[in-house]
């Protein structure tokens, strides 16, 4: 029933005489690699004939499915015959010569079940696309085979397979380093034996693998080279290069190879882009041992207190994906100690809140200070003893603590991404990737473009159009974020005043209710509304890029997602960054409250300070956005499309059970969702540590409900890795790119932030100017007095004066209110005090030391320790001198014989071993 | 007259049958060099034979003399003879057997004039070693001539030369790129031919030199390799290697070469450090057209508008020394818009002092403002009108421009940061030192430092107190600085104090000048004696870690510069920051004046502010320091030093001149300055970047002193290290290494520096503030009267009151004083009022503003400017793709004469020239 393309073409011939062949072509080339290719030639002698299951390899069981593409089949099958009434053409002509057209007989049988469609100019251009694309992969030396009748109808398969000498030769192209035979013993002094003794204490935390107790060997590596061949050990070449080192070799190939008919002239993904094929993806290796290890012992949320095993997972999705989970693991493990303080200090808010003495003072029933009606009219007087509650409660997360904390939360920043520096350092040397150059990427599509600039002159004006559509909707996209977030807050206010104006009295004294209850749910509509808009902008994004400029240029990339980063990181911090900063600022004083257009009142906050609500609104954003509604969609998202998918293809026609069993694991892959790349996953993370740095000075609990959330995310994303999406293409890559670098942004947006929230939004500079510079005795006692004014009721003006002054049950001369103001009876009245310009000058004075002195700590913190540790870097050494060593024996073994070998043998022995008898290799020549 | 050691041992064998032993060794060898190294064979052919002229070949006029070392004679030729005595010792007896004893008769000879002194263990075992040295160097493969016998009594050279087999093992060792025969065009496109019309344009620019003219064509580099020999164009083998690149090549082997007689076991650096060799240098290249090009073109000052000829000095030099010209060449150019922006901020300045209100105010006769004395007792009041001059003088460089212009700055050195990141990519592209890793010396000394530690166990504690000294002389060294300048400072309070004090009516006239003369000679002294102090301790610093460490570590060495760079920043800065930010800051008040240890008062400024002070002290600093002081230590002591250095070794036997002209070349060499590496240079540069970044607010001018002294500093360098110094060894660097972070640093700084200079020492945020705030009709009139404070001249505190109230004529009730203090009048006389608050505040919030907006926008520019130049990367991957292709032909055609041949190029033919025929690799096979 499958169409096997190569077979018919190249018959397999017996071992022996390929390999008189290949010699005889050696003999004439003159290039000398006669050994080496004899040792090439036996990788395909067969092995076990047995491996047939589940579609893994090719219909001969032998050959290994290295990588499957998929196409449209209805229209491709008519196509086909369309091809073959056009097999007058010159051109098909040619390509047929190429290679022998594919059995008829299997054909027919495919297209019985698809009804003929009238041919398509379009649908045909794809296919001929497909023939000449495929026929120039054999040409490269691949081997494929075609599978049109599988379970799932109107599916295409092209499974490909790189045989020994192909994946030899791209290696070799692209430096990969693969271990040699040579063996380094890691050192075993006292270091060593620590470290062996911790990781024995450690040994529940780390995952089952037998590989991590066996690591005292290292296999020095080296580029790959068939020159160099027989450094390596190639005597089992089914596992010399893993499934993940097979299927990336396969694609360097699929993306290097032209298809002249297609628009753009490189590589599998310009094909992908134009829908010749629908999708081109690895198979996930389900047979290995490896597969169900990293089943049990990693997409298990049994084994959350544990290590994730990264070298496995490295091996199986490649560096990029490794580097991700490594940074997640590491981002992780250090909350652990963010938490622990951060649970201390608000622990010592809660031990200290009834030695606080403002709070004593405010909840004090004898002192019984009136306040100043907090609106005009509709409000009254009320006791500053109401405000108790809040008052302690802010407490809780406004205390010298929190400052302490903040300044351990910034170098904490520093310390994560110092660690992370090293981490990432260990683990390119354990990767074999010092050496290699990430900028692989980067220029390819400029240079795309360039060519295609030249040859498509006349599509440039619609591109450049396009990528002013592109420019102007990312500015209407940032505008809209902004009308939202502000149109919300002036919709709060307004509503809030239209509600206090209005002369209904069941109105007014619903007031209060009305206003929360309609602000929350304004709240959840707007992220949601948000939330929906970012998603569909970011497919705009994709769409606009990935049409245009196929492939994505690396810069590109990393200005899309900086831009993306923006938006999100506006959309989450906005709200929050308004109540911190400018809910309640410009309020004005009783008697004269600022009205924005007239009639629209600014919002106030309680009187406990806007820092209580600062840690509600943080509270609620950790836990419902991050925990439920994040997660929710990464759970929820991809089950109901597969859902989709499935009810589309199957048209009912299977029990889905049934249906999934029989389906060979190309097809089973098929429907699982395509990988789209590691920016979402790091975004989110991104935000997280947003929250955990930015306002920890106001919520000293954000870095424990991020571990929280991170121990469920790291065996969710482990869990859709695995079995929800397609397998990802094995990316090389030194380190996480441009989201370090927005790490550090983020970093050194927080170190400000946390400044301003310390002196401006808690009260903690007040506190301390009152206790030095106002208080008679240096304590507390007296600070609640000394914030408030006086203000004197008979200066209200007109249609300001509360409609029930006798609210508090008796008549009120003075009243007072929270603000630094010349009193009644000054030169000045309710003129700005000296106090109020001592505390600001205090305030900017602590934001600058506080700023300066954090980021030179930074600073420190990021010179003194070194980004490559010591032991990596000895070994990197150690291993470049083993590895000299080695070829200047190799220089020595070529003169050796030479050399007169008695005189230098009695030599070395007189001279003792310290002297390498490296005979001088020039004797011979000069 | 010289020993020539190598040419007894291996007699030159005719070429075929050298050729003939080769090819037997390959073929017991079985590896495949066969044609390589009958190409290699045939360097050794002699070509001219007359270049023997002034040492720079070998005395068969053949081989060039790549490498010298040197030693002291007269000890090693009398331990020479110890040797022979000794030669019963089996160890030398072996070693004897490995190279033949030169012959004695030359040798003879050459110790007739040396008087035979008694044997000395010491130099015995030097002699030992150097021995061990050159035989391991000649089993390396190297070839050396011995000459004892030179005009310079005394001293021995060994002359090194590397045959061409030697270079090409070593080249493919450290993969040196070297072009290939396989050239690019530049692509013509329209910038191209823009760029084309600019530098003819700025032609007269440019040095004279022909390549510049021919660059249209790139030749593609590739590690060199020997297996791919047939790559590079070999057809000159003298010249494929210049003689930089052969120097280094050597230069490797020698640091690689084991002596294990000596204290460690590795290379050149650790001989040189226990004194085995004086020197080890390669030749200035005198006889070559490209020397003298690099006199005439580059360093003289007739050409000192010119471009930097930096292909050619890197091309003699090496890179690294190639990136300083290229950086201080990159730093002049940019210098040039910044000290014309700053000339017409200045002239602005001076255009504007007319129009400037307060200082007119103060200059206003009328006005008659009677100010408070400065002093107690001995000061009298005074009239404003007398700060007229200063006040006119400060608006020079006290004006909104001087803002404008600091935000410039930070921008620009944002720019210049930039675009040098650009150019040295640009470099490094051009250089072929893209994919060349840089950490190769990092690992190495620490390497040897643990060897070491296993080796020499006993040596380990010596070792620990030695570095304990070091960081306690380091610790000392700070803190004495700090000592010296505070105590400067204090002395200059103490003095003025004590002569203010002085009953004596003759010195208390003279009090001002006495202390001007004083306090400029005490200045003058001190930054003598910090200088010297400097260069002391650098010397120590040195010292110890030559000594202990013998191969700098290259963590080490940045923390060595780093340290360094601290020590001279604060010498530089110390005095200005205080003159900027304490002087005259916490006077006290008339009446009650502070007063430092009872009876010292704190120095004050004049009334035009400090920043006339600061502007004073910076154009001396940077006038004296730089422009004079640095280059007459830098032309003066070389000069001084080599004379020394002439006169202890002639003995005043020679005439000089006649002298100099008979040496050979490596003699020479041996009388210039040893370099001394780059780290002075750079030092010297940041300190002067320093100057023109860090208080350009209060000195709009220095860019422009900068700009005079690098024109000259350039030229200077230059001369010193083509004429003046030993050719230094090339080493290959891809960048700047630390000063690049120091650079940023130093920027960093500026901003924050510039930001309290604007806000605290200019006027320009009270100005602010009054027009904004105070000021009645929104203008500067009154801002004057409105800085000046009321006192009640009966308020004098007892013996505070001066001693002579009638000097300005009249009975003074009240009088003025510069501060924001509350009147007599008011509930709190002099308490500190409302408007120094706020106008701290507003200062405070100008740091903040200025701080964060400027560091956002070198962020933004660092950001918005790629790091890789468009046209550069284009170009990287123009070449991979080039290079690609190239392998990928190889690889078709060692399987093309297999394949039918004629059906490939029929489908060629019909398919187009795009799709390449690559029959498949694997047909074959498979």
Redesign the interface.
């Known amino acids: 029933q499958t169409a096997i393309m ?1 077979n018919e073409q ?1 018959p ?1 011939l017996p071992l022996k005489e ?1 390999q008189i ?2 010699i005889s ?1 050696k003999a ?6 006669d ?1 080496q290719d004899s040792i ?2 036996k990788s ?1 002698a067969p092995e076990e004939n047995t491996k047939c299951q589940q579609g893994l390899y090719f219909q001969d069981g032998k050959r290994r499915v290295d990588y499957v593409l998929t196409y449209h089949i209805k229209k491709t099958s008519s196509s086909r015959r369309h091809t073959s009434r056009l097999r007058d053409n ?2 098909t ?3 047929r ?2 290679r022998e057209p594919p059995p008829p007989a299997p054909k027919d049988d495919a297209e019985v079940g698809s009804p003929h469609h009238s041919m398509d100019h379009h649908d045909d251009d794809k296919c001929l696309r497909r023939e000449e694309f495929e026929s ?1 992969l ?4 691949l ?1 494929l085979e075609r599978d049109e009748e599988t379970k799932t109808p109107g599916m295409g398969f092209v499974k490909i397979h790189a ?1 020994w ?2 994946l030899c ?1 791209e290696a070799e ?1 692209m430096k990969l380093k693969m271990p040699t035979k040579k063996v380094m013993f890691h050192s075993t002094g006292v270091m060593e034996k620590i470290n062996v003794f911790i990781s024995k204490l450690t040994d529940p935390l780390h995952p089952n693998l037998e590989e991590n107790r066996t690591q005292k060997v290292k296999h020095l590596s080296y580029p790959f080279s068939r ?1 160099k061949q027989h450094l390596f050990d190639l005597s089992d070449k089914d596992s010399f290069f893993d499934s993940k080192t097979r299927s990336s070799l396969v694609f360097e190939v699929l993306k ?1 190879t ?1 298809c ?1 008919k297609a628009k753009f ?1 490189m590589g599998i993904t310009s094909l992908l882009g134009s829908g010749v094929y629908l999708a081109a993806y690895p198979l996930h290796d389900v047979s290995i041992h490896h597969y169900t290890l990293l089943y049990e012992e990693w997409a298990s949320y049994s084994v959350f207190y544990k290590y994730q095993p990264i070298g496995l997972i490295r091996k199986y999705f490649g560096e990029k994906i490794g580097l991700y989970f490594a940074w997640l693991g590491v981002y992780t493990q250090m909350l652990i100690p963010a938490s622990l303080v951060g649970v201390i200090v608000f622990l010592y808010g809660c031990v200290t809140v009834d030695d606080d003495i403002p709070s004593m003072e405010i909840c004090d029933q004898r002192k019984n200070i009136t306040m100043c009606p907090l609106c005009d009219r509709v409000c009254s007087y009320w006791n500053l003893s109401i405000a108790c509650g809040t008052a302690r409660a802010s407490h809780l997360f406004d205390n010298p603590a929190t400052v302490f904390f903040s300044i351990f939360m910034a170098l904490w920043a520093a310390f994560f991404m110092e660690h992370w520096k090293r981490r990432q350092m260990r683990l390119n040397y354990e990767w074999d990737l010092t ?1 290699f ?1 990430d ?1 692989e990427d ?3 599509a ?2 795309e473009f ?1 060519v295609m600039q030249k040859s498509l002159k006349k599509d440039h004006k619609s591109q450049k159009v396009t990528l002013h559509i592109f420019a102007s909707l990312a500015i209407l996209q940032i505008g809209v974020t902004f009308a939202i977030v502000f149109g919300v807050i002036l919709y709060r206010i307004s509503t809030k005043a239209a509600l206090a104006m209005s002369s209904n009295p069941m109105t007014r004294s619903n007031v209060r209710l009305t206003v929360k209850t309609t602000a929350a749910i304004i709240n959840l509509v707007t992220d949601l509304v948000l939330l929906i808009f970012d998603v569909y902008f970011f497919h705009i994004c994709v769409m606009v890029v990935s049409s245009e400029v196929p492939k994505t240029d690396k ?1 590109f990339e990393e200005r899309l997602i900086f831009k993306t980063f923006i938006l999100k990181f506006v959309n989450a911090f906005t709200p929050i960054i308004y109540i911190a900063f400018f809910r309640g600022r410009l309020g004005g004083r009783p008697g004269s409250y600022l009205y924005v257009f007239e009639s629209y009142r600014m919002e106030e906050c309680a009187h406990g300070g806007c820092l209580m609500e600062l840690c509600i609104q943080l509270s609620i954003t950790m836990l419902g956005k991050q925990l439920i509604q994040n997660n929710l969609f990464e759970i929820g998202v991809p089950k109901l499309k597969k859902l989709i998918r499935y009810i589309k293809s199957k048209r009912g026609s299977f029990q889905e059970e049934e249906y999934e069993k029989k389906l060979q694991r190309y097809e089973t892959d098929h429907f699982l969702e395509p990988f789209a790349g590691l920016t979402p996953e790091y975004m989110e993370m991104i935000i997280q540590f947003g929250f955990v740095t930015l306002f920890v000075a106001s919520f000293p609990l954000a870095p424990l409900f991020a571990l929280l959330n991170n121990i469920i995310e790291i065996r969710l994303d482990a869990k859709k890795f695995v079995a929800e999406l397609r397998r990802p293409d094995a990316a090389r890559g030194k380190d996480i790119g441009i989201w370090y670098n927005i790490l550090r ?1 983020v970093a050194k947006v927080a170190v ?1 932030v946390n400044a301003f929230v310390i002196s401006f939004t808690s009260d903690f500079i007040p506190r301390l100017v009152y206790q030095y510079m106002y208080s008679p005795d240096g304590s507390m006692h007296g600070f609640v007095n000394h914030t408030l004014s006086y203000f004197n009721v008979s200066h209200f003006q007109n249609g300001t004066a509360p409609l029930e002054p006798f609210h508090l049950g008796f008549h009120v001369d003075i009243c007072r209110y929270k603000d630094y103001r010349e009193p009644p009876w000054s030169l000045t009245p309710y003129e700005i ?2 106090e109020f ?2 505390v ?2 205090a305030r ?2 602590f ?2 030391v506080f ?2 002195v954090v980021m030179l700590m930074s ?1 420190v913190v990021d010179w003194i320790i ?1 980004d ?1 540790p ?1 032991d990596i ?2 070994q ?3 291993e470049k ?1 083993l590895m ?1 060593d080695l ?1 200047m024996k190799e ?1 020595q ?3 050796r ?2 050399d007169s070998y008695k ?1 230098t043998s ?2 070395t022995h ?3 071993s ?3 008898p ?9």
């Open positions: 190569n190249y397999s390929k062949n290949i072509i004439i080339e003159d290039i000398g690699h050994l090439l030639l395909l010159a051109f002509r040619t390509l010569r190429g120039n054999m040409e490269m030396g081997e045989p000498s192909i030769r192209f020159e290097r032209k002249t002239s050496g150059e900028e980067h220029p390819r400029e240079y360039r810069s942004g400000i005090s000296k310009w001592a600001l000058a900017l004075a934001v600058i700023q300066n600073d070194p490559i010591k870097s000895l990197i050494y150690k001198i000299m070829f220089e073994g070529k003169t014989i030479e005189e009695t030599l007189a001279v003792g310290k002297i390498k490296l005979p001088s290799y020039l004797k011979l020549i000069s």
